[in-house]
């Protein structure tokens, strides 16, 4: 099998210019699951029995012992994952009262998932989904008068290992007009002026075979203005 390979196009190099951390140095986590985790007005939740929008935050207030806050997933900006592993993080504030015990239930996780309610502060709880992940639910019990808020929520699946590797190798090419570049965190200026760097015409060819290089990599036009283009190909095995 051939070694996993990602592109990108650098077309403004009027001034001091790197190549891209999200490309080289791939994220921990793939973009947020939850749509409207700052909860506003409810917009794309559904808050039921002990559960209610007050103050654009999601409260949980003792009366029949029950409640759920649901993200429906023809909500969810992402569904879910068969069993990928999961991050959840959220916000507490003004709990009072009696124990109120709540969970991610197994409609989006494998199996219901405590998170603690009790204790002001923000948390992260991490978790595998369900086989086939549905809405995502939070359930939320009670014996005695009792209230909790939660705010700020996030679910964010996790970059597994097999998926994050480190770039080994950037192959970059230059279009159109000259550049000039460093590799040791310098920066590179026009030849018309103080000329730091080392020049690539149109055509040439520069691989960069080190992480720390490819990080520390820089280019600016050699002519100001002159809408030079790099094309630079990752290399991840």
């Given at each position: 099998m051939s070694a996993p390979k990602s592109y990108e196009k650098l077309t403004t190099i009027t001034t001091a210019t790197a190549l891209s951390p999200t490309v080289y140095n791939p994220a921990v986590y793939y973009p947020e699951s939850l749509a409207n985790g700052a909860i506003g007005t409810g917009t794309s939740w559904t808050l039921a029995d002990d559960f209610a929008v007050?103050?654009?935050?999601?409260?949980?207030?003792?009366?029949?012992?029950?409640?759920?806050?649901?993200?429906?997933?023809?909500?969810?900006?992402?569904?879910?994952?068969?069993?990928?592993?999961?991050?959840?993080?959220y916000t507490v504030s003004s709990p009072?009262?009696?124990?109120?015990?709540?969970?991610?239930?197994?409609?989006?996780?494998?199996?219901?998932t405590a998170i603690a309610v009790t204790t002001a502060g923000t948390y992260t709880v991490r978790f595998?989904?369900?086989?086939?992940?549905?809405?995502?639910?939070?359930?939320?019990?009670?014996?005695?008068?009792?209230?909790?808020?939660?705010?700020?929520?996030?679910?964010?699946e996790i970059v597994e290992e097999v998926d994050h590797r480190q770039v080994k190798r950037a192959v970059i090419t230059?279009?159109?007009?000259a550049i000039n570049f460093c590799v040791d965190g310098s920066t590179p200026t026009v030849t018309s002026g103080t000329h730091q760097g080392h020049l690539?015409?149109?055509?040439?060819?520069?691989?960069?075979?080190d992480i720390t290089e490819i990080k520390l990599f820089r280019c600016i036009?050699?002519?100001?203005?002159?809408?030079a283009v790099v094309k630079v190909t990752y290399s991840f095995a």
């Open positions: 007050v103050s654009t935050k999601a409260k949980y207030v003792h009366s029949s012992g029950a409640g759920t806050a649901t993200q429906a997933v023809t909500d969810l900006t992402r569904t879910g994952k068969s069993g990928a592993r999961y991050d959840f993080t009072t009262g009696a124990t109120v015990t709540m969970v991610i239930t197994s409609a989006f996780a494998s199996e219901d595998t989904a369900a086989t086939t992940p549905g809405a995502f639910v939070l359930s939320g019990t009670s014996a005695a008068t009792a209230q909790t808020i939660l705010d700020d929520l996030s679910l964010l230059v279009d159109t007009a690539l015409n149109v055509g040439d060819v520069l691989t960069l075979n036009n050699a002519v100001a203005s002159n809408g």
